[in-house]
């Protein structure tokens, strides 16, 4: 069965950078865009970012971009999501999701995320 | 971008029907049949409930349909039933390759 794990997160001071992972399994991962969608404690969800099956496109939300940069290795069934100049308003769980056949900006299959806190 | 607009809560008893409200703007909601629902449990991941406005995924009961109608779409669960309690969000497509969700909605079953 699809299995999605997010691993990466912790707490991290303001200004600094993380790398979160996504571990795919259970589907040919290289034929399926991947979103990140993040839920900061007690919140709500905020789509965060998207990649194409190839790589070869990639969009962001307007309060990541330029800070965060999405990326996969289809060799190793791996979603990335590199987060540089972190802010305290980025503190969330951080979900990664397989696009639906409907469409890429629908989420289909999603993993229980990852934590990432921001403070000093 | 401003989230979409959902109540916080709503409510019903077993056997009853909920509609749950999500409002929008021409950029979003009213500019394109590309709405979903997600249903998301205490501690769980959201799922899928619906797409393209009213299009139920595989599994999902009949019992959830949806709706729109100008800048506001709906989801209605009928005949409510203990496990449909939990959260709710709407999405849209946003145009510009961006997608943006409501601030949800906890539905309890009295």
């Known amino acids: 069965q699809v299995q999605l794990v997010e691993s990466g997160g912790g707490v991290v001071q303001p200004g600094r950078s993380l790398r979160l992972s996504c571990a795919a399994s259970g589907f040919t991962f290289s034929n399926y865009g991947m979103n990140w969608v993040r839920q900061a404690p007690g919140k709500g969800l905020e789509w965060v970012a998207v990649?194409?099956?190839?790589?070869?496109?990639?969009y962001y939300a307007d309060s990541v971009k330029g800070r965060f940069t999405v990326s996969r290795d289809n060799s190793k069934n791996t979603l990335y999501l590199q987060m540089d100049s972190l802010r305290a308003e980025d503190t969330a769980v951080y979900h990664c999701?397989?696009?639906?056949?409907?469409?890429?900006?629908?989420?289909?299959?999603w993993g229980l995320g990852t934590l990432v806190t921001v403070s000093s | 971008q401003s989230a979409l607009t959902q109540p916080p809560s709503a409510s019903g008893s077993p056997g009853q029907s909920v509609t749950i409200s999500c409002t929008g703007t021409?950029?979003?909601?009213?500019?394109?049949?590309?709405v979903s629902w997600y249903q998301q449990h205490p501690g769980k991941a959201p799922k899928l409930m619906i797409y393209d406005v009213t299009k139920r995924p595989s599994g999902v009961p009949d019992r959830f349909s949806g709706s729109k109608s100008g800048n506001t779409a709906s989801l209605t669960v009928s005949g409510l039933q203990a496990e449909d309690e939990a959260d709710y969000y709407c999405s849209s497509y946003a145009g510009g390759n961006t997608i943006i969700f409501g601030g949800g909605t906890k539905l309890s079953v009295l």
């Open positions: 990649i194409w099956s190839d790589g070869g496109n990639k």
């Open positions: 021409s950029s979003d909601v009213g500019g394109y049949n590309y």
């Open positions: 999701a397989t696009r639906h056949s409907g469409g890429w900006f629908y989420f289909d299959y």
